[in-house]
């Protein structure tokens, strides 16, 4: 099977350094307490903590501070309160941008969002003014240790959209509803070395852009990551 690569979406993601990897723990964090506290605390019974779950083990995210975060949301002492708030808008060069946060000050998250788009070069958009652009599917992305051909056969039988050979390892896309299926059925035919493992959107078409203004595209990207009630930023630059 081929396609167009998906893995330059979540490539500079995956080549974090230690403090990036932190900020990364704090934000999977946010993410897991909610949806620990606006369902039940057992991930077999909550499909969302699941999927959040599968997303932190796929970064490395200890035990621990997995737990700690589930069990932060069952506290009677937590008063934290997040809310979940998209913001959408154009990059430099007309590159659709998506922006997913988790905030206790939307007036606040979106300040710091519209700063950085406008400093770039871009504007905020609308609500639904680039989402249609996208579509929400399960991205699992395996480690290049595994023998292709084999890989390949096994995948042919699993209910997936597409499969992709990548320099680094091995992507496989596939609907939303059966992300947890395919990743159960890979894991009982062996395969469990993920590097990325998550529901996320991914554009139906990819934008080129000259060098400067790619540029000036990545240091955006790096401002909206850095800004803490960022919890994913998607867009369809062709990196």
């Given at each position: 099977?081929?396609?167009?690569?998906?893995?330059?979406?979540?490539?500079?993601?995956?080549?974090?350094?230690?403090?990036?990897?932190?900020?990364?723990?704090?934000?999977?964090?946010?993410?897991?307490?909610?949806?620990?506290?606006?369902?039940?605390?057992?991930?077999?019974?909550?499909?969302?903590?699941?999927m959040v779950i599968e997303k932190a083990k796929a970064?490395?995210?200890?035990?621990?501070?997995?737990?700690?975060?589930?069990?932060?949301?069952?506290?009677?002492?937590?008063?934290?309160?997040?809310?979940?708030?998209?913001?959408?808008?154009?990059?430099?060069?007309?590159?659709?941008?998506?922006?997913?946060?988790?905030?206790?000050?939307?007036?606040?998250?979106?300040?710091?969002?519209?700063?950085?788009?406008?400093?770039?070069?871009?504007?905020?958009?609308?609500?639904?003014?680039?989402?249609?652009?996208?579509?929400?599917?399960?991205?699992?992305?395996?480690?290049?240790?595994?023998?292709?051909?084999?890989?390949?056969?096994?995948?042919?039988?699993?209910?997936?959209?597409?499969?992709?050979?990548?320099?680094?390892?091995?992507?496989?896309?596939?609907?939303?509803?059966?992300?947890?299926?395919?990743?159960?059925?890979?894991?009982?035919?062996?395969?469990?070395?993920?590097?990325?493992?998550?529901?996320?959107?991914?554009?139906n078409s990819y934008i080129s852009l000259d060098e400067?203004?790619?540029?000036?595209?990545?240091?955006?990207?790096?401002?909206?990551?850095?800004?803490?009630?960022?919890?994913?930023?998607?867009?369809?630059?062709?990196?």
């Open positions: 099977m081929s396609g167009h690569s998906k893995w330059s979406t979540i490539k500079r993601k995956k080549g974090a350094i230690d403090e990036q990897r932190s900020k990364i723990f704090q934000k999977l964090a946010k993410e897991l307490y909610v949806a620990a506290k606006n369902g039940d605390k057992d991930p077999a019974l909550n499909a969302n903590l699941r970064e490395n995210m200890p035990k621990d501070k997995i737990e700690n975060a589930i069990n932060k949301a069952s506290s009677k002492n937590d008063m934290e309160n997040y809310d979940f708030v998209r913001y959408e808008g154009y990059g430099p060069g007309g590159v659709a941008i998506i922006v997913d946060c988790l905030t206790d000050n939307k007036n606040r998250t979106a300040s710091f969002v519209r700063t950085a788009l406008t400093k770039s070069g871009g504007n905020l958009g609308t609500s639904n003014s680039v989402a249609y652009l996208f579509e929400r599917k399960g991205l699992l992305i395996l480690d290049s240790c595994y023998e292709e051909d084999k890989l390949m056969e096994d995948v042919l039988d699993l209910d997936i959209i597409d499969f992709v050979k990548e320099e680094d390892g091995y992507s496989i896309e596939c609907s939303y509803d059966n992300f947890i299926e395919i990743k159960d059925k890979l894991e009982n035919l062996g395969y469990n070395k993920f590097i990325t493992s998550e529901i996320t959107l991914l554009p400067e203004k790619q540029l000036k595209f990545l240091k955006l990207l790096e401002a909206l990551e850095n800004i803490d009630d960022v919890q994913n930023v998607y867009h369809n630059l062709d990196l």
